[in-house]
């Protein structure tokens, strides 16, 4: 724990400057927003916006690939062998699920996010305390309330599986262990990137991709300040944000928060940490009033949804959808 305090106490430092430099950020886009009714007619280059393009997934090993989406949905993962990692984070959906109760049928501190497009965040779950990708899925397998293994327990359970023992051996030259189960799991993560989204089209130089009113959206987007927060290839996931600049977003702990990905944000409600907004329009209302000070029209909320719908993108060829209910 020693260890631990200071490190602990620079990344909030560090959080509490990266939430007041979006909070400037945030005010020159308002202070500097147009008004009237020519408001935002200003020119939108795709090659020069503060969202960038996804591409597909990283080149990767096929039998190491093929190895960790087994392991993904293998259930021997758990403790008691009824919970996968696609338990909680359906692929078949998006990614996240709706919201499973842990063990003990209690809610979930922490609303489940979406296992798309990961791999591209600077820190993992949304306090951050995660680095790697392997160092979350250890943490999962440990987790008392879900898989209540280990990274090492799993691998004796594999041991005695003769097909995967030779799968193994064929994509690492030995049987399963820790750190080859934990790869393997790595690797089919890093594949789930969702490309192709009508608003990466429209990077791409496709000026049909997206609607006026969509892209009216993107504009009040920028103008507002939410591209401060939400930029990059993964329109998020790559700094710390404090909820609550101007007034409360959540109930509760913790104040600071990795920024969430955007992407396929049209299939993910609900949405903040405790899963305390239903819809979009909700959470983009709230989000607006505690992190900007403002509150919007609902013309330009659904405006703003309206171009966050264009986020959703593919995962094997087909959109990522909301997870059954």
Request: charged letters at 20%; aromatic letters at 8%; hydrophobic letters at 40%.
């Amino acid at each position: 724990m020693r260890r631990w305090l200071p490190v602990r106490l620079v990344l909030l430092a560090v959080s509490g400057l990266l939430s007041l430099a979006c909070a400037m950020l945030v005010g020159a886009a308002i202070a500097q927003a147009p008004s009237g009714p020519d408001a935002f007619q200003v020119e939108l280059v795709p090659d020069q916006e503060p969202i960038t393009h996804l591409s597909g997934p990283p080149d990767a090993d096929p039998l190491k690939l093929a190895l960790g989406e087994t392991l993904f949905s293998d259930t021997r993962l758990s403790a008691d062998g009824t919970l996968a990692c696609v338990s909680c984070h359906d692929i078949h959906s998006n990614g996240a699920g709706s919201g499973r109760p842990a063990r003990d049928g209690s809610k979930p501190p922490f609303d489940t996010l979406s296992i798309f497009n990961a791999s591209l965040n600077f820190r993992l779950d949304w306090r951050g305390k995660f680095r790697e990708l392997a160092a979350q899925a250890e943490a999962s397998l440990e987790n008392p309330l879900y898989m209540k293994t280990s990274a090492d327990e799993v691998a004796l359970k594999l041991n005695h599986d003769p097909k995967l023992v030779a799968d193994f051996l064929a994509a690492y030259g030995r049987a399963p262990d820790r750190e080859n189960v934990l790869d393997a799991l790595v690797t089919f993560e890093r594949s789930l990137v969702t490309p192709g989204s009508r608003f990466d089209r429209w990077l791409g130089g496709d000026a049909s991709a997206l609607s006026a009113s969509e892209l009216e959206g993107y504009r009040l987007f920028k103008s507002f300040g939410c591209s401060s927060c939400h930029q990059g290839r993964n329109v998020g996931g790559n700094l710390f944000e404090r909820q609550g600049v101007f007034h409360p977003l959540v109930r509760g702990p913790p104040e600071i928060v990795r920024v969430p990905s955007l992407r396929n944000v049209a299939a993910t409600a609900p949405y903040f940490h405790d899963g305390s907004a239903a819809t979009l329009q909700d959470a983009v209302r709230r989000m607006a009033r505690a992190q900007l000070d403002r509150t919007l029209t609902d013309p330009q909320i659904e405006s703003i949804v309206g171009f966050l719908q264009t986020l959703t993108g593919n995962y094997r060829g087909s959109p990522v959808t909301g997870a059954p209910r």
